[in-house]
């Protein structure tokens, strides 16, 4: 057994089949290093170079490095015919792109597959790791800023660049991430901690719609975002997921299960069927406090006289799960305007969570958020204009204390 726990501990990827990605850049050549590396930890490692690639580096020098056949053109016929592209994408624990030029970055956004490469990330399901490397000027070009953002919403993960000197060989930021770097990056998807496994947790996320006739409805500016990827988060830790989600334009996490509603009545249905069979809910959903006490039929015609709408209160979803809780570990947002914490607490205590995290509406449809988490049992934790993946992270590792006892 010590063996075993041995060869695991010096080779932490044996087993893993890692596809790596490299494109038309000079840094093509550091590369190298990067796979040596992989296989020393473990790794099997299939390598597609695109067509401007093999302008650096031979396939023979990668073929030699890997163990493993360099694949190029979609179109090759190995001497057993699969599709590569799909067979690539299903055998891969983790796609690394490195390095990734522009162009790269542009194709991967706007969904062109017109090469292996390409093609086989379209068709992958599993996790892909970007390493850029380019001028400055154009990784600072708005376009490819967009295109990195698009990514990353989509949960694409990015590692660099760095500040060095370019091929250009002045300094700027665009250099490849170091080896150690991507290295790292790429442990911290592969080894990423399964602590959530056995644990069902129930999200709730986006805002509802109350709608006053059948085309007009109350709502606020939620996106759904950190529900989200709270559930992502939850999922890739091991945990089953079920999502209820508002009307959103994100795409649901893969293998969480989504259930979509439109109005706070609708919410309070869902959350109270799943609530009693899961051992984590969290509250992330922007649920409208109130609905119209009315819902006309037609569409109400605009007129020069004033209408008034009379509005009635929705049900307080997460104060009637804090009343019939029993062992279960419950979550909430709260969104204030001013004082922040002094009302965060307070709802803490009210609504009887184990949990809170407070942020203003600045976090509202945004990737990147400020937020105070406050514990029932005292701890209070600041994090500053941090990605809204790794403020789901510290949650969910928070959260362990009420879980594991």
């Excluded at 085309?215 to 945990?239: C, P």
């Excluded at 104060?319 to 979550?331: T, V």
């Amino acid at each position: 057994m010590s063996k075993k726990r041995n060869l695991k501990k010096n080779r932490p990827f044996l087993g893993r089949k890692l596809v790596l990605g490299i494109t038309g850049s000079i840094a093509a050549y550091k590369t190298c290093e990067i796979v040596s590396r992989l296989k020393e930890l473990g790794a099997e490692v299939f390598v597609i170079m695109t067509k401007a690639a093999t302008n650096f580096v031979t396939p023979l020098t990668f073929q030699t490095l890997s163990g493993n056949r360099v694949y190029l053109n979609l179109f090759d016929l190995p001497e057993e015919w699969e599709l590569e592209h799909i067979s690539l994408a299903e055998r891969a624990d983790l796609i690394l792109i490195a390095p990734a030029t522009a162009n790269a970055i542009a194709k991967l956004a706007t969904g062109i597959a017109d090469d292996l490469l390409t093609t086989t990330v379209l068709a992958s399901e599993s996790p892909i790791l970007i390493a850029p490397a380019m001028h400055e000027t154009m990784y600072k070009n708005s376009f490819t800023q967009a295109n990195i953002e698009k990514l990353k919403e989509k949960g694409f993960k990015f590692i660099g660049p760095e500040y060095g000197k370019l091929a250009s060989g002045k300094s700027g930021l665009g250099r490849l991430a170091s080896n150690d770097k991507i290295i790292d990056g790429v442990k911290d998807i592969l080894n990423r901690e399964k602590d959530m496994a056995g644990k069902t947790f129930l999200i709730t996320a986006g805002p509802t719609h109350e709608y006053l006739d059948p085309v007009r409805y109350i709502a606020n500016a939620s996106s759904g975002k950190m529900g989200y990827v709270l559930a992502e988060v939850a999922q890739r830790r091991g945990a089953k997921v079920t999502l209820i989600s508002g009307p959103t334009n994100i795409t649901p996490p893969q293998g969480v299960n989504t259930i979509f509603v439109e109005s706070a009545l609708d919410m309070e249905k869902e959350v109270v069927k799943y609530a009693p069979r899961s051992d984590v809910v969290i509250a992330s959903a922007a649920v409208g406090d109130y609905r119209p006490e009315k819902r006309e039929k037609e569409k109400i015609k605009t007129n020069l006289q004033r209408k008034s709408i009379n509005l009635t209160r929705n049900p307080d979803i997460i104060g009637q799960l804090g009343k019939q809780k029993d062992a279960k570990c419950l979550i909430g947002f709260a969104l204030e305007t001013r004082d922040l914490e002094k009302n965060a607490r307070e709802k803490l205590k009210k609504k009887n969570l184990d949990m809170i995290i407070a942020n203003t509406p600045r976090a509202m449809s945004q990737n990147k958020a400020t937020v105070k988490i406050f514990t029932k049992s005292g701890k209070k934790i600041f994090l500053r204009e941090m990605q809204k993946e790794k403020i789901a992270e510290k949650i969910l590792s928070e959260l362990k204390e009420f879980i594991t006892k």
